[in-house]
Nanobody
Framework: QLQASGGGLVQVGKSLRLSCAAS????????IGWFRQAPGKEREGISC????????YYSDSVRGRFTISSDSAKNTVYLQMNILKPEDTGVYYC???????????????WGQGTQVTVSS
């Protein structure tokens, strides 16, 4: 089970931190990914972390502004989002996969999503 939280309304250039709390599976064995879906657009994989070794991935759209981190003691993955832009607006989901991948089709358990709105 995954529970995403931390979304909200924020101004351009500001920051938000999203959290994804995991339970019910061996956290260390899984990759946790963050995805977002803007209105009228397909779901986009923006970042993921392999809990086994800390390997990370960032999409071109967020690299250099977002940072993913994992706290195995809390079974929680964070997404620190800085220098937010209006195009970052969307519903953000976290998901888990036994595989290493940024593609949503490889993830089989999804959280409920948290809305992020960046106003200009």
């Amino acid at each position: 089970q995954l529970q995403a939280s931390g979304g909200g309304l924020v101004q351009v250039g500001k920051s938000l931190r999203l959290s994804c709390a995991a339970s019910g599976f061996r956290f260390r064995d899984y990759t946790i990914g963050w995805f977002r879906q803007a209105p009228g657009k397909e779901r986009e994989g923006i970042s993921c972390v392999a809990n086994a070794d800390g390997t990370t991935y960032y999409s071109d759209s967020v690299r250099g502004r977002f940072t993913i981190s994992s706290d195995s003691a809390k079974n929680t993955v964070y997404l620190q989002m800085n220098i937010l832009k209006p195009e970052d607006t969307g519903v953000y989901y976290c998901a888990s996969s036994i595989w290493w991948s940024e593609k949503s089709t490889r993830y089989d358990s999804w959280g409920q999503g948290t809305q992020v709105t960046v106003s200009s």
